[in-house]
């Protein structure tokens, strides 16, 4: 398990601090290169992560590799993680955003599925969870319906309201249009156990790649950055055991952890403030939701995948 440290968000919390003082967990000192990377980074300083990255401990053909990466502000990260992956995978998105802006930096955490779609071994994307009011106009949001309507991305909401949408998206399986309006399949209307199933069965390919953001948790189980989704860590986990047991796993990623920002970034810092809610709405206590939910998943991925 790859610790991340971009932020000091990680290291303190209990169940990694314990794994990674027994080994379990390896931890990789990124803080320099921090704040260079929140919300949005330069090709330089992304090709300076990746490079970074290769010092990791060499993968296993045996376990899927994991990373904990720290705060959502690093999603954008991801591709990093995708860029050499031995065959085609299907990549599994769980998120309160569906991070398809097209308008922001290439190196975005709002945009980076895009760049995630041009990976060579990406068949497909599938983004559970939004809630949020991305898919509110989206294409004035700069959304990437291209994507949608082409199939190679499937979004299913959480939880959300028609949206409208001018010209012919089309339908797909996570939403009907209806003249000007996309009709969600909304999950949290679904039978989970049936909805999943049916999920892993349309899946395009045998090896898939699973990234979290935790702010598509409800705000009882996690504590973020961002304007939090609906699902349950319940449903979470469920959805985890699910496709490892079906599927094979090559990777997990997990980000969406609080940690404070001061931006020395002038734009970084109006973006925070106008995109993300008050940092100061959780207590000391509130946070403590977030090492209690990496105790449960960490606990699953050692149930799942045991070390030889």
């Known amino acids: 398990m790859n610790i991340l440290d971009l932020d000091h968000s990680l290291t303190s919390q209990a169940p990694i601090k314990q794994r990674l003082t027994d080994g379990r ?31 990791r401990p060499k993968r296993s053909t045996q376990r899927p590799e994991i990373f904990f990466i720290g705060s959502g502000d690093y999603h954008h990260l991801t591709p990093a993680l995708l860029a050499d992956l031995p065959e085609p995978i299907t990549l599994i998105h769980f998120d309160n955003h569906p991070d398809w802006v097209r308008f922001a930096p290439r190196r975005h955490c709002g945009s980076w599925v895009n760049r995630a779609l041009k990976l060579p071994n990406i068949k497909r994307i599938v983004t559970l969870g939004p809630c949020s009011d991305d898919l509110q106009n989206p294409q004035f949001k700069g959304a990437n319906l291209g994507a949608l309507c082409r199939g190679d991305l499937q979004l299913f909401p959480w939880q959300h309201a028609p949206t409208k949408v001018w010209g012919r998206i089309g339908d797909g399986a996570g939403h009907e249009q209806h003249e000007n309006l996309l009709h969600w399949r909304n999950l949290a209307d679904q039978d989970w156990p049936a909805f999943l199933q049916e999920l892993i069965l349309s899946l395009p390919t045998e090896a898939i790649w699973i990234t979290v953001d935790k702010d598509v948790l409800a705000s009882e189980d996690a504590a973020t950055n961002w304007d939090q989704g609906g699902m349950r860590l319940t449903h979470l986990l469920h959805a985890l055991r699910a496709l490892a047991t079906s599927k094979r796993v090559l990777g997990i990623d997990v980000c969406g952890e609080f940690a404070k920002a001061a931006h020395r970034n002038v734009l970084k810092r109006w973006e925070a403030r106008s995109d993300q809610p008050a940092p100061g709405r959780w ?9 209690t939910t990496n105790e449960a998943l960490i606990h699953l991925f050692e149930e799942l995948f045991p070390c030889p």
């Open 25 to 55: 967990a390896t931890r990789m000192d990124l803080l320099e290169l921090g704040p260079q990377l929140r919300l949005w980074s330069t090709e330089r300083n992304y090709r300076r992560f990746a490079e970074r990255l290769q010092q």
């Open 283 to 291: 207590s000391e206590s509130d946070l403590l939701r977030n090492s």
